[in-house]
């Protein structure tokens, strides 16, 4: 009888591991996929090297593009305190083939952030106005978890 509940709790144990660990690597290559959503976008703008030799930096962007910028729409007013996209530089040094975007065709479903030199690390809560456009760019916050 021993025998068998010993037995019993080990393949009980081991199935559970197994699926404590499928669950972590399901969990990692979906991370590891919204950790590359933006990939291609970063290799464009610093190149492949620069991405490859700064993966914290990398990761940071992927976390302020994926949790800290967000689109909101906002009615132009004629006192407008925001300053605007455009006052921004574009971020092609190493890629002179980007352009400003058609602030009027605005998009935040196809707009790439970091092909501007937007404040995307800042501790304080960042606002910019998408050039004659009811649109605004609001980037959170860095928040210290010291």
Not at 97 to 114: E, M, V, W
Request: proline share 6%; aromatic share 10%; with cysteine.
């Amino acid at each position: 009888m021993s025998y068998i509940l010993t037995t019993t709790l080990a393949c009980i144990t081991c199935a559970i591991l197994c699926n404590c660990a499928s669950a972590q690597t399901q969990l990692l290559s979906s991370e590891s996929a919204v950790l590359q959503n933006h990939l291609p976008e970063l290799i464009s703008v610093y190149g492949e090297a620069w991405v490859a030799d700064n993966p914290d930096a990398v990761t940071a962007l992927e976390n302020c593009f994926n949790n800290r910028i967000h689109y909101q729409f906002e009615l132009l007013t004629a006192n407008d305190k925001y300053p605007l996209l455009s006052s921004f530089p574009l971020m092609n040094k190493v890629n002179p083939a980007i352009t400003a975007i058609n602030y009027s065709q605005f998009n935040p479903g196809t707009f790439i952030p970091i092909t501007y030199n937007l404040p995307f690390f800042s501790d304080l809560k960042q606002v910019i106005r998408v050039d004659g456009t009811d649109y605004i760019i609001v980037i959170d916050p860095i928040v210290s978890t010291h």
